[in-house]
């Protein structure tokens, strides 16, 4: 079993930033993808920003140029950096992370609580 523990969310004004931080914990695995989400009620959820094994990141339209996602192997982590936050941004942000303990022959996917992110005057 892998669990995700998501950080960092809170309220900010126009412009200003907030980094999230998502930590993954559990028996002996390995991380593939490790992506983020955010979700607005009443919408679908959608895809923020991504980054693969090898580093390789992907970004929404939306966001590119503001928001920059990173992870630490060792540590298991993925951070996304949130800058020039507009009210546009305000959602729940979910983990997302593809991993498969020692014990399993296949990958699955484990999503964290959720952290809400608002941004308003």
């Known amino acids: 079993q892998v669990q995700l523990a998501e950080s960092g969310g809170g309220s900010v004004q126009p412009g200003g930033s907030l980094r999230l931080s998502c930590a993954a914990s559990?028996?002996?695995?390995?991380?593939?993808?490790m992506d983020w989400y955010r979700q607005v009620p009443g919408k679908e959820r959608e895809s923020v920003a991504s980054?693969?094994?090898?580093?390789?990141?992907k970004y929404a339209d939306s966001v590119k140029g503001r928001f920059t996602i990173s992870r630490d192997n060792d540590k298991k982590t993925v951070t996304l950096e949130m800058n020039r936050l507009k009210p546009e941004d305000t959602a729940v942000y979910y983990c997302?992370?593809?991993?498969?303990?020692?014990?399993?022959?296949?990958?699955?996917?484990?999503w964290g609580q959720g952290t809400q992110v608002t941004v308003s005057s």
């Open positions: 980054i693969d094994s090898l580093g390789a990141t």
């Open positions: 997302f992370v593809r991993a498969r303990t020692y014990e399993q022959i296949a990958s699955y996917p484990y």
């Open positions: 559990g028996t002996r695995f390995v991380v593939y993808d």
